[in-house]
C-alpha cells in the first residue's frame, strides 16, 4: 500500500524565516516522489520531483529513503510562497502512473 | 494550448441521481487520470484512461466508471449518487500510462459536484 503522511495542515512563517514542508511516505518498492503547488484560484501544478534534483523557485527536497521523507525547504521565504502545499508519491515498480497525495499543508507567509 | 480542460465548472445534483463529468487532455497527451478532492483531503486516484480502456483503478465502488474517446478526451459517470460523493474532481493528463522520468501529470481545474 502507497501512503503519504503531511503532518501540518498550516504552517504560519514570517517573511524571509526558512520554511521546511514535512512530508513522509510509506511503501514497500522503489518510489518517485513530487511536490504540487496550488495557488490561490489556480489549478493544481507540479512545483518539483525528486528525480530531477533541481531548485524551482528556491525551494528544494531531498529524498531520504532511510528515513522515508521527503521534506520540502526554502532558506527565505516569500510573501508569493503562500499557497497549498501536496506532497505525492508514485510507485515505480507497477505502480503505473497513479498518484498518492498527502492530505496538504497550507504555507501562509506573513510580512 | 488551454491546458486540461474540464466542464462543466459547477454541479448540483440529489441524492440517487446520476452525473457524468467531461475532460479534455492537455494537446499531445493521450492518457487521463481522475482524483476525487473531497473538502480538506488531497487528491485520491480514481481510475485511468489510456487507448480507450482502464488501466488502473483506486478504491472506488463500480457507482464510478468512465469513458475515453479516440480523441483522448474522457468522461467521469458518478450513478446513485450519494451526499459522500459531494467534492472537487480532477482530470490529469500526460504522455502514456506508465509514468517515467520524463513524464509529468497536468491538472484541469476542477469540477464542484454538490449532492443535495
Known amino acids: 500500500a502507497q501512503r503519504v503522511t503531511q503532518p501540518e495542515k498550516l504552517l504560519s512563517v514570517f517573511k524571509g524565516a526558512p520554511v521546511e514542508l514535512k512530508c513522509n511516505y510509506s511503501?514497500?518498492?522503489?518510489?518517485?516522489l513530487f511536490w504540487y503547488v496550488q495557488y490561490s484560484r489556480q489549478r493544481l501544478q507540479l512545483l518539483l520531483r525528486h528525480i530531477s534534483r533541481e531548485s524551482i523557485k528556491g525551494f528544494t527536497a531531498d529524498l531520504n529513503k532511510g528515513e522515508t521523507s521527503f521534506h520540502l525547504k526554502k532558506p527565505f521565504a516569500q510573501e508569493e510562497d503562500s499557497a497549498m502545499y501536496y506532497c505525492?508519491?508514485?510507485?515505480?515498480?507497477?505502480?503505473?502512473?497513479?498518484?498518492?497525495f498527502g492530505t496538504g499543508t497550507q504555507l501562509k507567509v506573513e510580512l | 494550448d488551454a491546458g486540461v480542460t474540464q466542464s462543466p465548472t459547477h454541479l448540483i445534483k440529489t441524492r440517487g441521481q446520476q452525473v457524468t463529468l467531461r475532460c479534455s487532455p492537455k494537446s499531445g497527451h493521450d492518457t487521463v487520470s481522475w482524483y476525487q478532492q473531497a473538502l480538506g483531503q488531497g487528491p485520491q486516484f480514481i481510475f485511468q484512461y489510456y487507448e480507450e480502456e482502464e488501466r488502473q483503478r483506486g478504491n472506488f465502488p463500480d457507482r464510478f466508471s468512465g469513458h475515453q474517446f479516440p480523441n483522448y478526451s474522457s468522461e467521469l459517470n458518478v450513478n446513485a449518487l450519494l451526499l459522500g460523493d459531494s467534492a472537487l474532481y480532477l482530470c490529469?493528463?500526460?504522455?502514456?500510462?506508465?509514468?517515467?522520468?520524463?513524464?509529468?501529470?497536468?491538472f484541469g481545474p476542477g469540477t464542484r459536484l454538490t449532492v443535495l
Open positions: 511503501y514497500s518498492g522503489s518510489p518517485e
Open positions: 490529469a493528463s500526460s504522455l502514456g500510462p506508465s509514468g517515467g522520468a520524463g513524464d509529468t501529470q497536468y
Open positions: 505525492a508519491l508514485r510507485g515505480v515498480t507497477g505502480g503505473g502512473n497513479k498518484l498518492t
